[in-house]
């Protein structure tokens, strides 16, 4: 072959590199206008039959898990993982909260005895909080500071090292 | 159990595949034709394998069994039953089952066909085809296996993607993917081709009625696709630029041009370059759509992340290039046209313009596709590129298409004369000219719907007449005038197979232009008892009604519809609601004439059905778009008919 129609075949790199390259970029990450501002408060009526006021947290690093009983794969990846950071840091100041949202109370139920949930959880009926929380899907999982401020937001399931690492960089901090 | 079993036979034919490739190839290079017959029976193997997947597929959709994640993720208790069989293709996974498995069907069909015609070139093609399908069955194993498990096992199903339940669901894919795949074939044979250096016209000659099918599977595709958005969505249109969309559309637009220049080729031994990067340039926009819709690189309506198969099939797509183009540079000698360009005014200038434009929007409409993704690489902005952009750059390329579509099969080979022109193209000229100031006349204001059916009437008038002078000149030889008109089309089933495929063009594109243009809408919210007027109806809402079915609540509003005080009809736009979904879905209500569609979409409604939301629409002509595909259909069944030499 003549070295000078290699051209022809190396044409199509630029367009492979630019493909490749977007397997960097997630075109669904579109920054929440949340992040740093007050969490807006909630009531929550749990599942177990309390009740939960986010106001009553203040001073406490909170986990805010949007989910569904529907939610397969991603809530059922996650959930063993939100468990376990709740076993582990809730007596270092840190709360998963659970909102089961567009769901039946007998899936959910059902969802939560499968997993061993044992943190609070409880529906949102009507769908206040995930529109208040500008929710797309399930799961989305917001990370709250002492200060009662949304610090970051993670769209699709979290896992134990994500979840891990959130909550020592919030735990660090002073109330 | 069958889980295990489906993965088994996969992964088998996988090996099978594998083994198919290297004995083909080796068979071809060491003449040991043994070798090549045992990779028929690999082909063999792999079609009844995957025809096993399949049923097992089916089988665990229509007993629940949610073990497997696929069936979990596509299907819940309350689906229908034939949406949980068509479940099957209802996400990547199950369509990579279907979609090898008509390859294998195709193989099995160039086994049939071309084992004993093409003696040198079919191992080639035998292992190019066994090539493509080890890397789907690669995929099938690796990174989106449809028979994976899922634990803990759910009590139910999340479900069918509730968009997905509709009629138009059901053959889209299967048109779709039998387009998609309808191209591997003519591929294969170019690449045999290459690898020989036997550049000759054969592969084009033996390709021809595959090119035409997988064309004709693939527009038939982009219509129905084009039929459920209209009627699913719910905002009327039929084709929106989707990422998804252009992805169809792209190996459209290139398998439009190579089945036109291929005629060039047969004709004057010209274009031969042009051709197989045509060809080669079709099929990897094949893997191309696969991989924009499945790898999450682009925000889109239909596509969703699916781990690590982006990488495969990128992976893929660069190697098919990067081998078939080097192959095409270290042939490129061999590859020197013998014909040459006799003059501008010749069918040969008429078909290179086609082309030149077809490909023209490809790069356009793959350029509007990728550009977000290159504005974030080279200045780190987030943009979208919209409808505008893509209707601005591509409607006049159309329009030149649609030009060239009267003057291309008329005007003569290599030269055409003064006289010529004037005998084939005064009338047409006239009629179009003529159409478009009635048109005028009649009220039609706006420019572009003007020109555009100006040159519909200009392409159909030179069909018409020419069809009518070869009747003629058939009916001195002493045939009747139907008698001739049926001879004519018969003996020339290429040529007026061709023209009817043109003429159910031009109805898509009356249609499309009727109702972009002259769409009439208005959305009002109504009292029960109350009417809202729209085009020539006035729709008169009588109140809401509501049903609990088995997978979803729905609310539809019962409308009265009167056209000029005859009461035509009631009509029940609705809206479904799923539990998992966090919109409600459009039941949308349309009544079709040759005229205008009134269409229907329910929105918002108070809880006591006593005020209801609704957006009604007329679309001038819609119905033609989708009568251009029974056209379509009728003028391929009459170009692929076997047999009578003598082609125009």
Request: glycine share 10%; with cysteine; hydrophobic share 50%.
């Amino acid at each position: 072959m003549s070295w000078k129609r290699l051209w022809i075949p190396l044409s199509i790199l630029p367009i492979l590199g630019l493909l490749a390259y977007g397997f960097r970029t997630d075109p669904r990450a579109v920054p929440s206008p949340l992040v740093g501002r007050p969490a807006p408060s909630f009531t929550l009526a749990l599942f177990d039959g309390g009740r939960l006021d986010l106001d009553d947290l203040r001073g406490k690093v909170v986990v805010v898990n949007f989910w569904a009983s529907w939610c397969y794969p991603a809530c059922y990846e996650e959930a063993p993982a939100l468990q376990e950071g709740w076993r582990a840091y809730r007596d270092r100041g840190a709360v998963v909260v659970g909102i089961d949202i567009q769901d039946t109370e007998e899936g959910a139920r059902r969802f939560i005895e499968q997993f061993g949930l044992t943190f609070p959880n409880g529906p949102d009926p009507g769908g206040k909080i995930s529109i208040d929380y500008g929710v797309y899907g399930v799961p989305e999982t917001f990370f709250i500071d002492r200060q009662g401020r949304i610090r970051a937001k993670h769209v699709g399931a979290v896992t134990a090292p994500l979840l891990r690492e959130r909550l020592e960089a919030l735990l660090e901090e002073p109330a | 159990m069958i889980p295990e079993v489906g993965f088994a036979a996969i992964a088998v034919a996988l090996a099978l595949a594998c083994y198919g490739m290297a004995a083909s190839a080796l068979g071809a290079t060491r003449e040991r034709p043994a070798l090549v017959a045992s990779a028929q029976y690999a082909a063999i193997g792999i079609f009844v394998l995957l025809a096993v997947a399949m049923l097992l597929l089916v089988y665990a959709f229509l007993s629940f069994d949610f073990s497997v994640r696929y069936v979990a993720m596509n299907t819940n208790l309350g689906t229908p039953f034939y949406y949980r069989i068509t479940g099957l293709w209802g996400a990547l996974e199950g369509s990579l089952v279907l979609w090898t498995w008509m390859l294998a069907g195709y193989t099995l069909l160039v086994v049939a066909f071309y084992r004993r015609r093409q003696r040198d070139l079919y191992p080639w093609v035998l292992a190019v085809l066994m090539g493509i399908m080890a890397f789907f069955l690669l995929v099938m194993t690796v990174p989106a296996s449809p028979f994976q498990r899922l634990a803990p096992v759910p009590v139910d199903g999340r479900g069918l993607n509730p968009l997905l339940e509709d009629t138009g669901m059901i053959t889209h894919p299967i048109f779709l993917y039998l387009g998609f795949t309808g191209f591997t074939v003519p591929f294969a044979f170019a690449l045999a081709g290459l690898i020989l250096g036997r550049l000759d016209e054969a592969w084009i000659t033996v390709t021809r009625r595959w090119t035409v099918l997988a064309w004709y599977f693939l527009s038939m595709g982009l219509l129905i696709g084009g039929w459920w958005s209209y009627h699913v969505l719910g905002w009327g249109g039929y084709w929106a630029w989707d990422p998804v969309e252009n992805a169809a559309f792209m190996p459209w637009l290139t398998g439009t041009a190579f089945l036109h220049s291929v005629m060039i080729q047969e004709r004057r031994r010209m274009l031969r370059v042009w051709n197989l990067l045509l060809i080669i340039l079709t099929f990897s926009l094949t893997l191309f759509g696969t991989f924009l819709t499945r790898s999450g690189i682009i925000a889109s309506v239909h596509s969703f992340t699916q781990g690590t198969i982006g990488a495969f099939f990128l992976a893929f797509i660069a190697l098919v290039l990067l081998f078939s183009l080097s192959l095409l540079a270290w042939r490129a000698d061999r590859l020197r046209a013998q014909g040459e360009l006799d003059s501008l005014i010749s069918r040969e200038s008429a078909f290179l313009l086609n082309n030149l434009f077809l490909v023209g929007a490809t790069f356009t409409v793959f350029l509007g596709t990728v550009f977000p993704l290159l504005s974030e690489a080279v200045r780190g902005v987030k943009v979208s590129v919209g409808a505008p952009f893509f209707n601005y750059v591509s409607i006049p390329i159309f329009l030149a298409l649609i030009f060239l579509m009267g003057v291309g099969p008329l005007v003569a080979w290599r030269r055409a004369s003064w006289d010529g022109l004037k005998r084939n193209f005064l009338w047409p000229v006239a009629i179009g000219a003529a159409g478009a100031l009635v048109f005028f006349l009649l009220g039609v204001r706006h420019a572009l719907a003007l020109l555009t059916l100006g040159l519909v009437l200009f392409v159909a008038a030179t069909m018409v007449h020419d069809f009518w002078r070869g009747t003629r000149a058939r009916m001195r030889t002493g045939h009747g005038p139907l008698g001739a008109m049926a001879d004519l089309a018969l003996r020339q089933h290429r040529r007026y197979g061709g023209f009817v495929v043109h003429l159910g063009v031009l109805l898509v594109a009356v249609g499309i232009t009727g109702s972009q243009v002259f769409v009439v809408q208005t959305e009002t919210s109504l009292r029960r008892g109350e009417s809202l007027e729209v085009g020539r109806y006035q729709v008169r809402f009588e109140g809401l009604e509501a049903e609990e079915k088995s997978n979803h609540f729905l609310v539809t509003g019962v409308f009265t519809v009167v056209n000029d005080r005859h009461t035509v009809g009631r009509m029940f736009p609705g809206k479904k609601f799923y539990p998992q979904e966090q919109q409600p879905i459009a039941h949308v209500a349309y009544r079709s004439t040759w005229r205008e569609d009134l269409y229907l979409v329910l929105g918002g409604f108070s809880r006591d059905g006593q005020l209801a939301t609704v957006h009604a629409m007329v679309n001038p002509l819609v119905s033609w778009i989708w009568f251009g595909g029974v056209v379509i259909t009728l003028g391929t069944a009459l170009l692929v008919l076997p047999g009578r030499r003598r082609d125009g």
